[in-house]
């Protein structure tokens, strides 16, 4: 098909990790073991909540949640790059390049949104429990879940748009493993000055904001945690926070390095979004359950009824 004296892209190349050929046998089974571990862990928490009444707390929900896109997330991308690096095409459809993009910016958008509700939850339990209860009802948790899905989906929306309103009429080479904005806009038609400004900004400003509101509540909940007179108290309060701090820099550290670097790096950037993609959806169910005893006695009752560890 012609447009304006080129052809126009139907499909495009990934070309997979940067400086990694030869290496593709044992990059297969190194993912498929994180993918695999991810799926498990992350079904492993969702079992552990959804099967224990007492865990039916906003906390719990929203780590729910938080499981759910964790094993979406790296389903974005994995399937495709174990796919290819299987010994199978590398090809993949325009609109397959379209929702891979779509998609892995919503998941990844709703989950920043997702840790600010999370840390605004640790802040009103800590700072106002008394009224608890009241503020995060299970009405309010419902709304502020929905509404952590509807801001990723528009803002993934606008930059799924962004990235493909442009004309893609000549080469077709992704140097990447999967559809990302920076790569896409190397491929484009036309100049993506304007674009990139944009996009860096929607990118930056929204992670930004989420990081903002996160230490703020957290700068509130230290002062609170330290005028705590019981030890065990204080104890407690810090565990349950440590945990979600841990996973905050996991989570954060990527976006950063990816996306906010003046001079992209290929290398830096695949070995970071690998990261991004599938390690830190694998640690997430190890850093909430080892530090938490509600969800280790949970997980504990579950694995006995199903007879992977003997009652006591």
Not at 112 to 125: G, H, I, K, Q, S
Not at 222 to 234: A, D, N, Q
Request: glycine share 4%.
């Amino acid at each position: 098909m012609e447009m304006k004296n080129h052809t126009v892209v139907t499909e495009f190349i990934l070309l997979g990790i940067p400086h990694t050929e030869g290496m593709e046998i044992e990059l297969f089974f190194v993912f498929l073991s994180f993918y695999f571990f991810t799926l498990l862990g992350n079904l492993t928490i969702l079992l552990a909540i959804l099967s224990s009444s007492h865990l039916h707390t906003p906390m719990y929900f929203f780590l729910c949640k938080l499981s759910i896109f964790d094993i979406f997330f790296p389903s974005v991308s994995s399937p495709k790059m174990l796919f290819f690096l299987s010994g199978n095409s590398h090809a993949i459809s325009y609109g397959g390049c379209v929702c891979q993009l779509f998609f892995y910016h919503f998941l990844g958008c709703t989950e920043c949104f997702l840790y600010t509700l999370m840390a605004y939850d640790r802040f009103v339990a800590i700072c106002y429990p008394l009224q608890y209860t009241v503020i995060m009802s299970h009405k309010v948790c419902a709304i502020l879940a929905t509404g952590t899905s509807c801001f990723g989906c528009i803002q993934a929306t606008f930059l799924t748009a962004l990235t493909f309103q442009l004309p893609y009429c000549g080469p077709n080479k992704v140097e990447y493993f999967f559809c990302d904005i920076p790569v896409m806009l190397k491929l484009a038609c036309a100049d993506t000055s304007a674009l990139e400004t944009v996009g860096f900004i929607s990118v930056g400003l929204m992670p930004f904001s989420c990081f903002l509101l996160i230490l703020t509540s957290y700068s509130r909940i230290v002062c609170s945690i330290l005028r705590i007179h019981s030890v065990e108290g204080r104890r407690r309060a810090f565990s349950t926070c440590s945990a979600h701090l841990v996973a905050i820099l996991l989570f954060y550290m990527p976006v950063v390095l990816i996306y906010l670097q003046p001079t992209p790096n290929p290398w830096l950037n695949a070995t970071v979004q690998i990261l991004n993609n599938l390690v830190t959806p694998m640690l997430n169910p190890l850093i909430y359950s080892l530090r938490n005893r509600e969800v280790k006695s949970s997980l504990r009752k579950v694995l006995q009824q199903i007879g992977f560890i003997p009652e006591q």
